[in-house]
């Protein structure tokens, strides 16, 4: 194959990113868009030795699976790079992926129930990033194109709650009202990096930006215009990132206007979230995933349970009121005072956090003999360090649940596991980024 050659393809199936997968003449090739059992004319835009990527031109022999895309900026930009495939499918994919990796990754079959979906998976999303670029002579907001950081300036978002919207909106004419630069990636200069908002159950939005710089001028106009325009603005925080890289947040904030802290429910809780606070961003969906894992846990009265990366204590919370003591560990100080005011606010005596590495925090704690008979972990896409893999075979717990938004990731981690003495008893996977190539999926190992 070569660049710019143009191929007629019968497509077999699906990558791990949602793009069709064919061969041609032995070689593999990706097609972004292609679905399984479709015939399609593409041309080569990457060629390598072993494999190609390809650009969808047409799609000849069409699957039963395939629908119009709702989207306008589809598939331009790189979110929601499902769209083109009927909902029952995107989660049949999944399921597949899920057998695939562990099998590829992990080294081992496992037995993947139906995943849980959404009956409406659209307008989800109660968190967004959007980078803030120079476009057409005005500043705009949007997303980043696939494998790339061109920004697509998208007006609206489907699967994001509608008040993002109206943040990015207000923020970008503000900056052009008031000569306010956005970031450039190149040249490390401007000022507005990102626009992030966090949505709760009822309306109410925290509006924070990310900043190439200590100060951000003009605030009071942007205060006011911000009140005007969003629906439920609860406040406008600030985030200073000065480094160069695609690092979104800063290692701090303030607050600028309202409160510091946005308050939400889940399982019947409620919770204060600081903009560096972790917090599923999909809340019916995490309601779900989160009383499955408390389930698979089998988790006991007389328990104790450790909760790995426990962000601002979501899980904390729901085990505490099924077992004799929680702790939690989680290495961002900012989440652990928001864990310690959401136990308090919750009326939890019996859940203790740590500000620290889990892979330091574990051997000590299992030196001073506390011996949990359940741990829970929920890492980030990197998954868990081999440390900490280490340090929960060295508690010998007798259940672990782990909770992963990277199959590939948790795959990985679950063949040390293995290897260690506990074998896979369970699985669930949770669609909580609809839309999306991505899965939350829960694994229970036994010793």
């Known amino acids: 194959m070569q660049k710019n050659e143009t191929l007629t393809l019968r497509v077999d199936s699906l990558g791990h990113n949602a ?15 292609a679905l399984p059992g479709e015939t399609v004319r593409a041309l080569v835009v990457k060629a390598q030795k072993a494999h190609a990527f390809a650009k969808l031109i047409e799609v000849l022999v069409p699957s039963p699976d ?57 307008h989800y999303r109660n968190k967004t990033s959007q980078p803030v670029v120079m476009q057409d002579g005005r500043p705009r907001a949007g997303f980043y194109g696939q494998r790339s950081h061109r920004v697509i300036a998208a007006d609206s978002c489907l ?7 109206e943040a990015a909106h207000a923020i970008t004419d503000w900056m052009q009202a008031c000569g306010v630069p956005p970031y450039d990636e190149e040249s490390h200069s401007g000022l507005v990096r990102h626009v992030m ?12 930006l990310i900043i190439n710089g200590e100060s951000l001028p003009h605030q009071n106009e942007l205060i006011l215009m911000l009140r005007e325009r969003v629906t439920g603005l609860v406040s406008l925080c600030v985030s200073p990132n000065t480094r160069r890289g695609n690092t979104i947040l800063g290692s701090g904030y303030r607050t600028l ?26 809340p019916l969906q995490a309601e779900r995933l989160y009383q499955k894992a408390l389930d698979l846990s089998g988790v006991r009265p007389d328990d104790l349970v450790f909760d790995l990366y426990c962000g ?3 899980i904390s919370s729901l085990f505490a009121a099924r077992c004799r003591q929680v702790i939690g560990i989680e290495i961002v100080p900012q989440a652990v005072e928001d864990a310690v005011c959401n136990a308090k606010m919750n009326g939890i005596a019996n859940a203790r956090f740590l500000a620290g590495a889990a892979e330091e925090l574990m051997p000590q704690l299992v030196r001073d003999g506390q011996r949990p008979r359940v741990i829970v972990l929920d890492p980030p896409r990197k998954g868990a360090a081999p440390e900490v893999l280490r340090a929960i075979a060295q508690a010998v717990p ?17 063949r040390a596991l293995c290897e260690s ?7 669930q996977s949770v669609d909580m980024f609809c839309r999306t190539p991505d899965i939350e999926n829960i694994c229970l190992f036994e010793r």
């Not at 793009?19 to 868009?33: I, Y």
């Not at 699967?159 to 919207?165: I, K, Q």
């Open 159 to 165: 699967v994001a709650r509608p008040e993002s919207d």
């Open 312 to 314: 601002a204590g979501t």
């Open 398 to 414: 007798e259940r672990i649940v782990y909770i992963s938004c990277d199959p590939a990731t948790q795959a990985r981690d679950a």
């Open 19 to 33: 793009e069709g997968v064919a061969r041609h003449e032995g070689q593999v090739v990706f097609v972004p868009g």
């Open 197 to 208: 908002t966090r949505v709760n159950r009822a309306g109410e939005c925290m509006v924070t």
């Open 257 to 282: 206007y309202g409160a510091p802290r946005l308050k939400d429910r889940l399982c019947g809780y409620e919770f204060l979230l600081s903009p560096l606070s972790f917090f599923q961003i999909n």
């Open 421 to 427: 003495g506990f074998r896979i008893t369970a699985m």
């Open 66 to 122: 395939r629908e119009a895309p709702p989207c306008p900026w589809y598939p331009r930009c790189g979110g929601c790079s499902c769209q083109h495939m009927r909902y029952e499918a995107e989660l049949e994919m999944k399921r597949r992926l899920i057998e695939n990796v562990f099998l590829r990754i992990g080294g081992m079959q496992v037995d993947v129930p139906p995943v849980l979906g959404m009956d409406s998976p659209w």
